[in-house]
């Protein structure tokens, strides 16, 4: 079944609350949480106490996408304020292997992104430490860009590879995503959808229910 997970990035924050009850209220599980330091990427968006804040609001799985520089630095306090999953950036790690298993040390979910440029075979020897894969459909840094197509190969090797290795890792994608162009990542393999501007701008329940309306389609389509 692939999921669709919200990226608050997107959403007003001066109503943040209200509008991640919205998701809520569409049976949404996955809130997609994109954590920036100005150094990994050239924007800065915000930290622990959003997340913190949003903790005790909602029982949603909170997807926490780090952006940041040497994520190892700070796995053990984004457990604390309230991340199932951590994602941290090939790129940004001095060592990988190490970062990955602090994150399950923290008892979280394992996640390792690549970048649009990064050639996936990179992440082909850290699976058997990880839970999901998020490849960048987009330059990681800011929302509301246009979707990467060069980057469905690597969605299509990936899951290539996880099905001749007998791995079930979850692979997620990220940026530029909406109702018109879900297929092709769906049909690249991908099993979970990060959209950002296409749920939180305009009317959100209504956007939900559109992009669920894309993949129960794609999914009834490939049934086997
Ligand atoms: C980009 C972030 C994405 C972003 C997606 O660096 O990782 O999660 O919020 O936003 P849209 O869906 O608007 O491209
Ligand atoms: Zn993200």
Redesign the pocket.
Known sequence: MITLAP?I??ADFTRLGEQVHDTVLEGIRYL?I?V?DGMF?PSISFGFPVIETLRPFTDQIFDV?L?ICEPLRFISRFAKAGADHITVHFEACGNPAETLLAIRENGCGVGLSINPSTPVDVVFPYLELVDLVLI?T????????EFLDFTVDKIRTLRNYCRDHGLHTVIET?????ADNLHVVMEAGCDRI?????VFHGDIRGNVRSLRREITRFEEAHQS
């Open positions: 990226s990035l997107a997609h994109d920036m990427v996408h952006m960048m987009v330059e990681p840094g800011f929302g509301g860009q990220d940026g530029g995503l909406k990060v959209c950002g501007s296409a």
